[in-house]
């Protein structure tokens, strides 16, 4: 799922879509330190769920419709090259939702493979943004329980 975005140059990013990126990043992190697998897997998909918001802060129209939509409804939409990702994460955020209400957790696997896939996401947007690379992750993420 490698997707390449447009690094035309664009406007000045408003503040909330820098935000979003900021607090992306920092669950990208918070994922890399959590204690649980299921911690893990929860950060990790709250920062791709950050990034897409941050996209769409930053690309997409006032609207007056008054439905309710997910943002992995409209992400591809405002950046169609991103939606095999959408797709994907709209997956992942089932899977979180039903651990969430008690079916069993993701396995470590899982959760860092949604860590890597988040990363890759998350270094995606702010490409597609026109905004440098960040630093990658730590290497070594913590040693997490089953929990």
Do not use: N
Not at 18 to 27: Q, V
Not at 96 to 110: D, L, N, V
């Amino acid at each position: 799922m490698t997707t390449r975005t447009s690094s035309a140059p664009r406007a000045p990013l408003a503040s909330t879509a820098l935000d979003l990126l900021d607090r992306s990043r920092a669950s990208l992190l918070s994922a890399c330190h959590a204690d649980t697998i299921a911690g893990r897997y929860v950060e990790a998909h709250l920062a791709a769920l950050r990034a897409a918001a941050a996209l769409l802060a930053a690309r997409s129209k006032p609207s007056r419709s008054s439905q309710l939509r997910s943002v992995w409804e409209l992400l591809p939409q405002v950046a169609p090259e991103l939606t095999e990702w959408a797709v994907f994460f709209a997956a992942s955020a089932r899977r979180r939702a039903a651990f969430e209400r008690g079916s069993a957790g993701p396995g470590a696997r899982e959760a860092d493979d949604l860590l890597r896939q988040s990363e890759t996401f998350f270094e995606l947007v702010q490409g597609g943004l026109g905004l440098p690379m960040s630093r990658p992750l730590p290497e070594f993420m913590a040693v997490t329980k089953a929990t």
